[in-house]
């Protein structure tokens, strides 16, 4: 089969890296792809929101499959598009990936569904909203209604702070059309997880949990950015929680939108704040995280391709029935690693030097974000091929371990034997799980005390 795989960012490389190992593949095309994906794929330079050149493309290179990364392609309706014209695509359609493109509607889908997520208001004016603030103790979380880059989100503890994210957001209109209207939720304590299924709307099939680290530096301190890093599994999610979230969240959710009329065939990614209360979500995304892909697809044993095709062909329950997925059991950390500003202005064309000796290390794998490849003739005649730069998240260095500690260790010795001007980098990436491992052997422990 010829595949097609939309977007350019370390997510689309796990992507054509896990593709390029089915049996069912003959060629990849990745467009516009990056410097590390070329290594699998023809890269083609069309943007991903140009939704008439990706079709010109398929219909040119007689390609059999698309699978979107990213969500602005599917909430423009490019699946619906591929659909109309006679192409078979992985992604839900537009009116489905509203879950993402306007969190109004994933609220009041959950709200009608009793989908557990923070209690919240709507406003289509900056005074009202404010003067819900003004009769409600903080923190509050302050949401542009549609899509802004993952920035259109704000945790606010004063009523200064909160005045100031609805002026941004509805006056000065920083995002456009995306914040004409906004959520004001309760703020939600926890710890966060990623929980992502793939779905044709009958059935699922779950993904193991992962875990995101949004904020720039250690410790979660400093701004939002796409992800530093995740890792797979979240021991936060216990097994007994996993059900929890599978009935209670994703099943309701699923449903809910079925007695809407919604067909929905993809990826289903719920952002979950686990709290005292049980799990909540705090998000929903219609493809799969960035960059808790890098962390989980290297578990997978199972052959992603068939999933992905059964998903959009709606006969996932045959799939479930001859064996679903099979997943390894060792753990798996990703650290990005990137450029100086990073997430504010940032420079690029930067050579990266140590990819080759970082890769050669046991159970490591690179997967490229924002790279390209330069090539240049040397003086002997010979070509040079160099990776440089090319945005904000540079790479995922992704390594594997029997326990989180040896996935940890293992990552990080890879991460050391990488450099480029300004490279930065969280070095706590999976500190979370090992808290959570010892707490967890800290109350199996007391219980054991108490019983003997
Ligand atoms: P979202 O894009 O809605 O997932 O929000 C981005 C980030 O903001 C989340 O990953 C959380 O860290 C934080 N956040 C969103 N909603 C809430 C909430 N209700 N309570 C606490 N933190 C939140
Ligand atoms: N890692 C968060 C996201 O993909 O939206």
């Known amino acids: 089969m010829k595949i097609l795989v939309i977007g350019s960012g370390g997510r689309e490389h796990a992507l054509v890296w896990k593709i390029s190992q089915s049996k069912l593949v003959d060629k990849i095309f990745c467009a516009p792809g990056n410097g590390g994906i070329l290594k699998h794929a023809e890269c083609i330079d069309i943007k991903t929101e140009d939704t008439d050149g990706l079709l010109e493309l398929v219909r040119k290179e007689r390609i059999d499959f698309t699978i979107v990364g990213p969500e602005a392609s599917l909430a423009q309706g490019i699946s619906d598009e591929f659909m109309k014209n006679g192409f078979k695509i992985f992604g839900p359609g537009k009116l489905a990936a509203s879950l993402e493109s306007s969190k109004i509607f994933a609220k009041e889908l959950m709200h009608k569904y009793s989908v557990p997520t923070a209690d919240f208001k709507i406003f289509d004016n900056p005074d009202d909203a404010k003067h819900y603030i003004e009769t409600k103790n903080g923190?509050?979380?302050?949401?542009?209604?549609?899509?802004?880059?993952?920035?259109?989100?704000?945790?606010?503890?004063?009523?200064e702070e909160a005045f100031n994210a609805i002026d941004l957001v509805m006056v000065n209109k920083i995002f456009g059309k995306a914040g004409e209207r906004i959520i004001v939720e309760d703020?939600?304590?926890g710890e966060e997880a990623s929980i992502v299924v793939v779905t044709d709307s009958r059935e699922f099939v779950a993904f193991p949990s992962s875990q995101d680290h949004k904020r720039v530096f250690d410790n979660d301190e400093g701004p939002n950015t796409g992800g530093m890093g995740a890792y797979s599994p979240a021991p936060v999610v216990t097994r007994e929680l996993f059900e929890v979230i599978e009935k209670d969240i994703i099943t309701r959710?699923?449903?809910?939108?079925?007695?809407?009329?919604?067909?929905?065939?993809?990826?289903?990614?719920?952002?979950?704040?686990?709290?005292?209360?049980?799990?909540?979500?705090?998000?929903?995304?219609?493809?799969?995280?960035d960059p808790e892909t890098q962390a989980v697809l290297p578990r997978l044993n199972s052959d992603l391709l068939e999933l992905m095709l059964a998903t959009s062909e709606g006969k996932l329950a045959k799939f479930k029935k001859f064996g679903s997925l099979n997943w390894n059991k060792k753990s798996c950390v990703c650290v990005v690693c990137a450029s100086k500003g990073y997430p504010g202005d940032y420079e690029k064309d930067k050579v990266i030097y140590g990819l080759e000796e970082a890769e050669k290390l046991e159970d490591i794998v690179i997967f490229h974000a924002g790279t390209k490849v330069q090539i240049s003739e040397e003086k002997d005649k010979k070509l040079d091929m160099k990776y440089m730069t090319n945005g904000g998240r540079v790479l995922g260095v992704v390594g594997l371990g029997e326990g989180i500690e040896e996935a940890i260790r293992r990552t990080y010795r890879a991460v050391e034997k990488i450099h480029f001007e300004?490279?930065?980098?969280?070095k706590d990436i999976g500190k979370k799980a090992l808290e959570n491992k010892k707490s967890h052997h800290k109350n199996?422990?007391?219980?054991?005390?108490?019983v003997a």
């Open 422 to 426: 300004g490279m930065h980098y969280r």
């Open 253 to 289: 959710t699923i449903d809910g939108l079925v007695q809407e009329g919604i067909i929905y065939k993809g990826v289903l990614y719920a952002g979950i704040m686990v709290t005292q209360q049980g799990p909540k979500v705090l998000e929903f995304n219609v493809r799969f995280g």
């Open 139 to 159: 923190p509050w979380v302050i949401k542009a209604d549609g899509l802004a880059q993952g920035k259109g989100v704000f945790v606010v503890k004063t009523e």
């Open 187 to 189: 703020f939600l304590k």
């Open 444 to 450: 199996c422990a007391t219980r054991i005390n108490e």
